[in-house]
């Protein structure tokens, strides 16, 4: 995993992105993002805190660094 990639998420984001920071992100629609997360498809780890969607700013980061590697 990127070193760099995880640096940039943390401070742009902080530790966790919530479902519009993770919609913007991979340049979906906070319907889509739920639509993939019911049917087992979202590719990012999330959980539930206090009734809202977060992921963690190291799944997101490893995501984006494993298209990188599927993209050479």
Same mark, same amino acid.
């Given at each position: 995993?990127?070193? =760099? =990639?995880?640096?940039?998420?943390?401070?742009?984001? @902080?530790?966790?992105? #919530?479902?519009?920071?993770? &919609?913007?992100?991979? #340049?979906? =629609? &906070?319907? =889509?993002?739920? #639509?993939?997360?019911? &049917?087992?498809?979202?590719?990012?780890?999330?959980?539930?805190?206090? @009734?809202?969607?977060?992921?963690?700013?190291?799944?997101? &980061?490893?995501?984006?660094?494993?298209?990188?590697?599927?993209?050479?």
């Amino acid at each position: 995993m990127s070193l =760099t =990639t995880e640096v940039f998420m943390f401070e742009k984001y @902080g530790p966790r992105l #919530n479902v519009p920071q993770l &919609a913007e992100l991979l #340049n979906i =629609t &906070a319907s =889509t993002l739920h #639509n993939q997360r019911s &049917a087992g498809t979202f590719p990012i780890p999330t959980y539930r805190d206090l @009734g809202k969607i977060f992921a963690d700013y190291r799944d997101v &980061a490893a995501h984006f660094d494993r298209l990188r590697q599927i993209a050479k």
